[in-house]
């Protein structure tokens, strides 16, 4: 199993970016995907998710302004940002979770820099 995140990079405030994750070897059908994401000094917290079923969760602060979306064509996730704020600087990071036993996959992660 292989995810490799990608798209990240240095925006203003207020600017967008979408990040990518190419998956190998997962089944979105039996995995709920997620990005996470760690900031420095800070927890790694989830930011959002879409389970098998399409349901979707975002973390209260990116909410409105976050989409998480898969396209099974391309084997990917997506995490599309708008309206970019300081905060949301971190390195990010997709993941897989079997809905059968649990087992989490990990990508490496891409950095997002929102700064002026």
């Known amino acids: 199993v292989q995810l490799q995140a990608s798209g990240g990079g240095l925006v203003q405030p207020g600017e967008s970016l979408r990040l990518s994750c190419t998956v190998a070897?997962?089944?979105?059908?039996?995995?709920?995907m997620s990005w996470y994401r760690q900031a420095p000094g800070r927890p790694r917290e989830m930011v959002a998710s879409?389970?098998?079923?399409?349901?979707?969760d975002y973390l209260d602060s990116v909410k409105g302004r976050f989409t998480i979306s898969t396209d099974s064509s391309k084997n990917s996730v997506y995490l599309q940002m708008v309206n970019l704020k300081s905060e949301d600087t971190a390195v990010y990071y997709c993941?897989?979770?079997?809905?059968?036993?649990?087992?989490?996959?990990w990508g490496q992660g891409t950095l997002v820099t929102v700064s002026s």
């Open positions: 879409i389970s098998p079923q399409g349901t979707r």
């Open positions: 070897g997962l089944v979105f059908g039996f995995n709920t």
């Open positions: 993941k897989g979770r079997s809905v059968f036993g649990g087992t989490e996959y």
